[in-house]
Structures are given as C-alpha cells and as structure tokens.
T-cell receptor, first 113, second 109 residues
Framework: DTGVSQDPRHKITKRGQNVTFRCDPISEHNRLYWYRQTLGQGPEFLTYFQNEAQLEKSRLLSDRFSAERPKGSFSTLEIQRTEQGDSAMYLC???????????FGPGTRLLVL | GQSLEQPSEVTAVEGAIVQINCTYQTSGFYGLSWYQQHDGGAPTFLSYNALDGLEETGRFSSFLSRSDSYGYLLLQELQMKDSASYFCAVTYNFNKFYFGSGTKLNVKP
C-alpha cells in the first residue's frame, strides 16, 4: 500500500492557461474524490467517481473544470482558462467500497499568476 | 443546503483534555467524520460516527447526537504533536462529503 499519490505537487501557471492534475488512488479503491482547499478553510468537495463513473459533481464547479477516471484507476482534473481565484490546494482522496475512511493524497498546490 | 459550525481556534496545555464541537445542518445525514490536518500536510482520518453515542480510539473519542445535530471530538492527554487543524465532515450517502472550516488546536507546554 503506497498511499494516494498526486502529480505535480506544485504548479505555477499564468492566468488563461490550462492545467491538468493527476491522482493515483490506493489500488482496489473504487471510490475517488477531488477537493479544493484554500488557506484556513476545510476541503471543498468538487467531484466523486465510483470506478469510472462520475456520480457527483459540485454545483459550484464551473464549466472550466473537468475530471475523468477513464479506466477506474487514476484520475485527472483539468482546469481550463485558469483564473487567479483558482489558486488553491487540490486534494484527491480514495476509499474502498463501503468504507467511511477517505485516504487523502499530498495535494497539488496551484498558483495562478 | 449544508452548513457546519466549529470553533475556529482552541488552545490547551500538554496533558490536558480538549473537546472540539461541531454542529451541522444538512438536508440529509448519514454520518459524521473527523479529520486531522497538520500545517502543510494532507487530512488524515480520525473517526466516523453513524449512530448516537461515543466511539473511543486510543486518546481520541468522538461523540454524535443525531437528534441534536451535534458531535464532538475529545482529545485526552494532549501532546505537542496534536497541534493541528481538526475538521468535522458530514455525508448523507458517501458520494459527497461536506467539511467544516476547521478548528486550529494549539497545544502549549
């Protein structure tokens, strides 16, 4: 069990650019979540996958955000036309079916200049 | 909508006991979780309550009262390493979790 991994750990980009983040969950975990966290706040739910199916998506998530989990293993989160307000820590978490424990990755810290 | 309230900051001394409260208002409820997050680190799972009552795990205990929409995390025999932020989170179907803004715990020697 190597834990949840995320890549890259840090990303600096210019406003208007597209960015993509990757999450590798713990193997055999079929549940995968994406969150966004800003300083002094709790994780904010973005989207949820059960295997390859995206079953939940936050209404707060604009059309610039899209996520995939094509084979039910790793997942990607893409932000198009980044804005300064997108600067945050993007966290991925996974859990096994029926498990209430979420295992979080180290996060990707995004800074939009 | 969903809302969770927890104190923003708590300070206690080493060896003491501290209780962090969480009240919630949700359109549906299945369970209450607690997570710990050290500065610069990822959240780590502490406990989950789906039924009323107290769950004990070592120095940490978590309580839930569904009728009062209230829960708390109890930390005993505080250690310096317990200095961190603590988040309560609610879920109604495990497809989505709502986190509170967090309570920053400062443990002083």
């Amino acid at each position: 069990d190597t834990g949840v991994s995320q890549d890259p750990r840090h990303k600096i980009t210019k406003r208007g650019q597209n960015v993509t983040f990757r999450c590798d969950p713990i193997s055999e975990h079929n549940r995968l979540y994406w969150y966004r966290q800003t300083l002094g706040q709790g994780p904010e739910f973005l989207t949820y996958f059960q295997n390859e199916a995206q079953l939940e998506k936050s209404r707060l998530l604009s059309d610039r955000f899209s996520a995939e989990r094509p084979k039910g293993s790793f997942s990607t989160l893409e932000i198009q036309r980044t804005e300064q307000g997108d600067s945050a820590m993007y966290l991925c978490a996974s859990s096994p079916q029926g498990g209430e424990t979420q295992y979080f990755g180290p996060g990707t810290r995004l800074l939009v200049l | 909508g969903q809302s969770l309230e927890q104190p923003s900051e708590v300070t206690a001394v080493e060896g003491a006991i501290v209780q962090i409260n969480c009240t919630y208002q949700t359109s549906g409820f299945y369970g209450l979780s607690w997570y710990q997050q050290h500065d610069g680190g990822a959240p780590t799972f502490l406990s989950y309550n789906a039924l009323d009552g107290l769950e004990e795990t070592g120095r940490f205990s978590s309580f839930l009262s569904r009728s009062d929409s209230y829960g708390y995390l109890l930390l005993q025999e505080l250690q310096m390493k317990d200095s961190a932020s603590y988040f309560c989170a609610v879920t109604y179907n495990f497809n989505k979790f709502y986190f509170g803004s967090g309570t920053k715990l400062n443990v002083k020697p």
